[in-house]
């Protein structure tokens, strides 16, 4: 196990946490809202709007999203820890 400063943790690890946890938040927040704002819909328009194509674009970019956080969880658990 790989001893560190507190400063050498600030400046090397902190960074990149603190990014992973802020953009995860924000996809856990958007996920929700869009469930919200469809559910929130009384009716909808007999032909596709652009919200709803887009909302089909992220799905389908998610799916590759998806594969990425996953790799990166495995890479996150393989790396060697610090105290």
Same mark, same amino acid.
């Given at each position: ?33 869009? =469930?919200?704002?469809?559910?929130? &819909?009384? /009716? ?8 709803? !194509?887009?909302? @089909?674009?992220?799905? =389908?970019?998610?799916?590759?999203? &998806?594969? /990425? ?8 658990? !393989?790396?060697? @820890?610090?105290?």
């Amino acid at each position: 196990m790989k001893h560190i400063t507190l400063d050498e943790w600030d400046r090397n690890y902190a960074p990149y946490l603190n990014a992973i946890c802020i953009r995860a938040a924000h996809v856990v927040i958007d996920s929700n809202q869009i =469930r919200d704002w469809v559910e929130n &819909l009384g /009716a909808v328009p007999d032909f596709e709007t652009e919200a709803i !194509s887009r909302l @089909k674009m992220a799905k =389908r970019e998610l799916g590759t999203a &998806l594969e /990425a956080i996953d790799k990166a969880i495995d890479s996150y658990n !393989s790396k060697d @820890k610090v105290t």
